[in-house]
Protein backbone atom coordinates (compact mmCIF):
# COMPACT_ATOMS: atom_id res chain seq x y z
CA UNK A 1 0.00 0.00 0.00
CA UNK A 2 1.37 3.46 -1.07
CA UNK A 3 0.80 6.06 1.32
CA UNK A 4 0.73 9.87 1.15
CA UNK A 5 4.23 11.34 2.34
CA UNK A 6 4.44 15.51 1.65
CA UNK A 7 8.30 16.25 0.47
CA UNK A 8 7.62 19.96 2.23
CA UNK A 9 6.85 18.25 5.91
CA UNK A 10 9.32 17.02 8.54
CA UNK A 11 8.35 14.11 10.22
CA UNK A 12 8.92 12.20 13.63
CA UNK A 13 9.96 8.17 13.67
CA UNK A 14 6.67 8.17 15.55
CA UNK A 15 4.72 9.48 12.68
CA UNK A 16 3.91 13.41 13.58
CA UNK A 17 4.52 15.87 10.83
CA UNK A 18 6.04 19.35 11.16
CA UNK A 19 5.12 21.96 8.56
CA UNK A 20 7.62 24.63 8.55
CA UNK A 21 5.82 26.89 6.69
CA UNK A 22 2.87 26.88 8.88
CA UNK A 23 3.77 25.75 11.97
CA UNK A 24 1.65 23.18 11.59
CA UNK A 25 1.81 19.50 13.47
CA UNK A 26 -0.67 16.56 12.90
CA UNK A 27 0.17 12.60 12.55
CA UNK A 28 0.95 10.72 9.60
CA UNK A 29 -1.40 9.08 6.69
CA UNK A 30 0.44 5.95 7.57
CA UNK A 31 -0.17 6.69 11.42
CA UNK A 32 -4.30 7.15 10.33
CA UNK A 33 -4.14 3.96 8.73
CA UNK A 34 -2.64 1.79 11.41
CA UNK A 35 -4.86 3.06 13.78
CA UNK A 36 -8.02 2.75 11.95
CA UNK A 37 -11.09 5.19 12.88
CA UNK A 38 -10.19 7.77 14.77
CA UNK A 39 -12.97 8.44 17.64
CA UNK A 40 -11.09 11.00 20.30
CA UNK A 41 -8.20 13.58 19.76
CA UNK A 42 -6.77 15.21 23.26
CA UNK A 43 -4.71 18.32 22.24
CA UNK A 44 -2.85 20.65 24.88
CA UNK A 45 -4.04 24.41 25.67
CA UNK A 46 -2.83 27.37 23.52
CA UNK A 47 -0.07 29.09 24.95
CA UNK A 48 1.39 25.55 26.84
CA UNK A 49 4.88 24.62 25.86
CA UNK A 50 5.70 22.13 24.13
CA UNK A 51 9.56 19.93 24.04
CA UNK A 52 10.62 18.21 21.07
CA UNK A 53 10.06 14.47 21.48
CA UNK A 54 7.50 14.60 24.22
CA UNK A 55 4.35 13.49 24.20
CA UNK A 56 1.41 17.01 24.19
CA UNK A 57 -1.79 14.41 23.81
CA UNK A 58 -3.30 11.04 23.11
CA UNK A 59 -5.66 9.66 20.00
CA UNK A 60 -7.77 7.23 20.96
CA UNK A 61 -9.22 5.04 17.75
CA UNK A 62 -11.27 2.22 17.77
CA UNK A 63 -8.06 -0.17 17.75
CA UNK A 64 -5.96 1.88 20.21
CA UNK A 65 -5.28 4.75 22.05
CA UNK A 66 -1.39 6.34 20.76
CA UNK A 67 0.39 9.02 22.56
CA UNK A 68 1.75 11.90 20.23
CA UNK A 69 4.74 13.51 20.36
CA UNK A 70 5.91 17.13 18.94
CA UNK A 71 8.41 17.35 16.84
CA UNK A 72 9.17 20.42 17.91
CA UNK A 73 9.58 22.59 21.08
CA UNK A 74 7.78 25.88 20.90
CA UNK A 75 4.27 27.27 22.41
CA UNK A 76 0.94 26.10 21.22
CA UNK A 77 -0.64 29.32 19.37
CA UNK A 78 -3.27 27.25 18.25
CA UNK A 79 -5.27 23.97 18.29
CA UNK A 80 -7.68 22.44 15.73
CA UNK A 81 -11.02 22.74 17.24
CA UNK A 82 -12.97 20.90 14.55
CA UNK A 83 -11.60 17.65 16.09
CA UNK A 84 -13.54 17.98 19.08
CA UNK A 85 -16.70 17.00 17.11
CA UNK A 86 -15.21 15.63 13.76
CA UNK A 87 -12.44 13.82 15.26
CA UNK A 88 -12.58 11.51 12.16
CA UNK A 89 -10.52 14.47 9.91
CA UNK A 90 -7.61 12.91 10.91
CA UNK A 91 -8.57 10.00 9.08
CA UNK A 92 -9.67 11.87 5.83
CA UNK A 93 -7.04 14.79 5.55
CA UNK A 94 -4.18 14.14 7.52
CA UNK A 95 -2.56 16.91 6.22
CA UNK A 96 -5.09 18.99 5.84
CA UNK A 97 -8.21 19.33 7.87
CA UNK A 98 -7.18 16.69 10.20
CA UNK A 99 -4.07 18.99 11.26
CA UNK A 100 -4.13 18.99 15.36
CA UNK A 101 -2.05 22.28 16.11
CA UNK A 102 -0.08 25.19 15.85
CA UNK A 103 3.88 25.81 17.06
CA UNK A 104 5.48 29.35 17.42
CA UNK A 105 8.70 30.18 18.81
CA UNK A 106 9.97 26.71 16.67
CA UNK A 107 14.39 27.03 17.04
CA UNK A 108 15.03 25.85 13.29
CA UNK A 109 17.97 23.66 14.38
CA UNK A 110 15.60 21.51 15.90
CA UNK A 111 14.36 20.31 11.80
CA UNK A 112 17.57 18.98 11.91
CA UNK A 113 16.39 16.13 14.16
CA UNK A 114 13.72 15.02 12.46
CA UNK A 115 13.08 12.89 9.11
CA UNK A 116 12.75 14.12 5.51
CA UNK A 117 9.91 12.86 3.41
CA UNK A 118 12.44 10.32 1.77
CA UNK A 119 13.75 8.95 4.99
CA UNK A 120 10.33 8.63 6.04
CA UNK A 121 9.25 7.10 3.35
CA UNK A 122 12.02 4.46 3.93
CA UNK A 123 11.08 3.81 7.52
CA UNK A 124 6.98 2.91 6.89
CA UNK A 125 7.88 1.01 3.29
Do not use: C
Not at 45 to 68: C, T
Amino acid sequence: MSFDVPSDLYYLESHEWYDPDTGRVGISDFAQDELGDVVFVELPDEGDALEQDNQFGVVESIKAVSDLYSPVSGEVSDTNTDLEDAPELVNDEPFGDGWMLEVEGVEESELDDLLTAEEYREQIE
